[in-house]
């Protein structure tokens, strides 16, 4: 069985966690298995190897949220990179063409779609592998994942099914509708449109030749841009005859603000934190290295990383958005598919880095025009290329590289280097990539 | 006119802005002249010099606090430094010697002591200024200044006058009351000791010598552990018959807590602080490099630097003190007498620094047994020494020095280094001085 995740999104909803390269899918703040907190990716990915043993993962996603993938679920995963956002109708189709074309699929075996970001218990897996299962028996050609709704919401579209069975003929699709739509729905027996789906893998190329011109992989990765942008659901589920509907009635929260976040939170607090005993419904997240005391706080959210710090009314939370567009962003912390970097220090001619290189990983060959640097190797040991001459380094070793000079380095156990960046001009785009020869 | 300013204190109640090496009054956080907040120990010397012109300020002290006075008051006071804590007694004593043997001050030269950080205006130093001249002119040897109590406070020492005039005679001295107790004495007229008083250089001197045995300043200052810890207050005013009080009405805060501290601030925010519209009555004081947002936050103190964040409701933030305690103490912001230093990073077996050298000053030439350390000059110009040679150095220039080199760095436009301390015990006791020849 193939599942496809679609992960999408850079979200500011829960800054100053999330950022421009840290999804809120990427934030290690769930409760995980061996003591570690864990992200949602790293534990719906989890969860799939858990309870459908012997499915094959591919995650569908843009190019900035490679590296963040690679850096937690390490090369396990298959990823299916978009080059562009189209929606989720020219992802899908890609992700297809990459299971043909790349993997080598056969059009016969089920595929299910989910997003990679849904809050659930193991068996909503369970459900996912049922549905599988039922698009391998050929129930219909397409089936979906009814959720039960729980109360009547405005933020989901619905499906009407025709019957009550476990699995059922849909009646109809419907938008996301207002407050007393939402309540007729409920009485009608009408489930929340999850965005699962599942069907074999050649129903899903049938669509995308159907609908776009292209003829392979490769040549739809090439075009990606001029493919019209479109969903899923407008695209193909709407218009389908042959399509099931199959119930599920378990626990799916989308932990889309940071009130809804701070409820999933492995206990009250993360990192360096006091609460005193006066304080109540107080959720803290703290990944800086520096203590938080909190004294009589009531029904906060409070978040801090290198990028900010959000002290909030929980039911304040979910009105961020506006105030961190107006922010400045330099993004001052970023998991990478080598480690990761963190800003330390910005001044106007300097910028302080620490850079933390996973054992067996290095980075791209590359110069700078406009900048100098200068790596201290504070732990470790590895190797560094300079203009194409190598030698090895340990901690307390210094390496001077002019603007020009091409750089890189390899780790052979975990480094850890502190980056001096010099000059008038640094700018992340000031990089240029060489080929190591 | 000589003006003793005691400074005392470390002070954990204004953490994390103060420490063991930043007591209260060099928080610079308060409205100043020129658009930049300043810290009470600038202010009350503004104060003083734009009151009382050609008043000599001396402030006695302990050496923690010598770098900071210098660093906010450049060169421009005189600084008592007591070698150890021993109460008010003393360190005025040591005060009064120094006053004679170092400075060359006449006996008959009056002397107003004062503490270095009351919250007050303009008015209290003419006060102060008018106590001297009381004492000049003999009104009594010894003058105190009364404070016109505004409630029944349990914090202060009171003096009962023996009438209400301007200048009276000083009928009691009462110790802290309990609130009963405090409401009789205002209704006898009592007023606030407020720590102030004048007499003339002779009078100390000679109260010195009575009850310590020392031969002079240097002589003090060598056997000053031995000196009996007591107050002034015990020890002098209280035992006075020759003693008049002199009334002030004006404004006298003590900023000790965060409540009153916040009161007192330039504006609700200082750094990078977005509060959005539903905050109401909250304070927040910012020193690190990234944006703190507030939302719905009601009624509070919020202050970060880099030795932590507190977030605290304004009635809990007097009870701070037990838990600030219990945190372990890394002093990760220090202002020096040649500039500042900052911790920007601390991992297992190495720290990363930004040292800023004023022009002109440099630092201590010394060593390190057991860590290597690397200067990178991020920007400015200076003199390096390593084992008596001795280098120009710019931004982009490395300095490596293994653990043994003896090293300095002097600022001839300010420097700033990012320094990398590598090795297995990194702690700041590990500094060995040296003569330079």
Excluded at 142 to 171: C, F, N
Excluded at 302 to 314: P, T
Aim: with cysteine; proline share 4%.
């Amino acid at each position: 069985m193939q599942i496809v995740l679609l992960s999408g999104g850079s979200g500011k909803r829960l800054w100053p966690l999330s950022n421009d390269v840290r999804s809120k899918q990427f934030i290690r703040m769930l409760k995980g298995t061996n003591g570690e907190p864990e992200s949602m990716v790293m534990r719906v990915y989890r969860q799939i190897m858990e309870t459908v043993p012997g499915a094959a993962v591919t995650i569908a996603t843009g190019k900035k949220q490679v590296s963040a993938i690679k850096n937690q679920l390490g090369d396990t995963v298959n990823i299916c990179v978009e080059p562009g956002r189209r929606d989720t109708f020219p992802a899908i189709s890609l992700a297809a063409a990459y299971l043909k074309d790349v993997l080598g699929v056969d059009a016969e075996e089920p595929v299910v779609i989910c997003p990679v970001d849904p809050y659930v218990e193991q068996q909503y897996f369970h459900a996912v592998k049922r549905l599988g299962e039922l698009a391998a028996e050929e129930t219909a050609d397409l089936l979906l994942m009814g959720m039960e709704p729980t109360y009547p919401s405005e933020k989901y579209g619905y499906i009407i099914p025709e019957d009550s069975e476990a699995v059922s003929g849909v009646r109809a699709f419907q938008e996301k509708p207002d407050l007393e739509t939402a309540k007729r729905y409920l009485s009608q027996g009408a489930l929340w449109n999850g965005g699962v789906f599942a069907c074999k893998l050649g129903y899903l190329l049938k669509k995308a030749h159907d609908q776009i011109d292209f003829t392979g992989y490769q040549d739809l990765y090439d075009n990606y841009s001029s493919v019209k942008s479109i969903s899923f659901d407008y695209a193909v589920v709407e218009k389908e005859k042959s399509v099931r509907v199959f119930r599920y009635s378990g626990e799916w929260k989308d932990l889309g603000t940071w009130n809804t976040f701070a409820e999933a939170m492995d206990g009250e607090t993360l990192g360096k934190v006091t609460l005193n005993e006066t304080c109540e419904n107080t959720n803290v997240v703290n990944e800086l290295n520096i203590p938080i005391l909190c004294m009589g706080c009531k029904n906060m959210v409070i978040a801090a990383s290198g990028d900010g710090i959000l002290i909030s009314d929980k039911g304040q939370s979910s009105y961020i958005k506006p105030f961190v567009d107006r922010m400045e962003q330099q993004v001052m912390y970023a998991e990478k598919s080598w480690g990761s970097f963190t800003v330390l220090d910005v001044q106007e001619e300097s910028l302080v880095i620490r850079i933390v290189l996973l054992p067996g990983h290095g980075l791209h060959y590359h110069s700078h025009e406009h900048r100098d640097e200068v790596w201290t190797v504070m732990s470790g040991e590895g190797r560094v290329i300079l203009d194409e001459v190598e030698r090895r380094v340990k901690a307390g070793d210094v390496i001077s590289m002019p603007a020009g000079c091409r750089h890189t380095v390899f780790a052979d156990t975990e480094l850890k280097i502190n980056e001096v960046q010099l000059g008038r001009d640094i700018t992340v785009e000031d990089k240029i990539k060489h080929e190591l020869t």
